[in-house]
């Protein structure tokens, strides 16, 4: 077993990946003088930005069923409708 795949394996779920990105310096000095952490919130802004990229993929690949749904509602009405209590 080679030493690389061994410590893959065992490597924490929060280990980091050193990368360089490019921001607007007056902004990184700003976020310095107000001591927030560039790195912590680079790592947020990019998970919002993936989620939000995971959500409009979803809606694409989900679209012609969510279309037939809502045809079918708007000419059978709700399923369940008589159980509704409102």
Same mark, same amino acid.
């Given at each position: 077993m080679r030493n690389a795949s061994a410590s893959a394996r065992h490597?924490? &779920?929060?280990?980091?990946? $050193?990368?360089n990105i490019s921001l607007d310096p007056t902004l990184v000095e700003e976020a310095k003088g107000l001591g927030v952490n560039i790195s912590v919130?680079?790592?947020a802004g990019l998970e919002q &930005?993936?989620?939000k990229a $995971?959500?409009?993929r979803w809606l694409e690949e989900n679209r012609a069923a969510?279309?037939?749904?809502?045809?079918?509602?708007?000419?059978?009405?709700?399923?369940?409708?008589?159980?509704?209590?409102?």
């Open positions: 490597a924490p &779920a929060t280990a980091k990946r $050193r990368t919130a680079s790592a &930005a993936v989620r $995971r959500g409009e969510l279309d037939s749904y809502n045809a079918y509602v708007e000419a059978n009405g709700l399923p369940l409708a008589k159980y509704r209590l409102f």
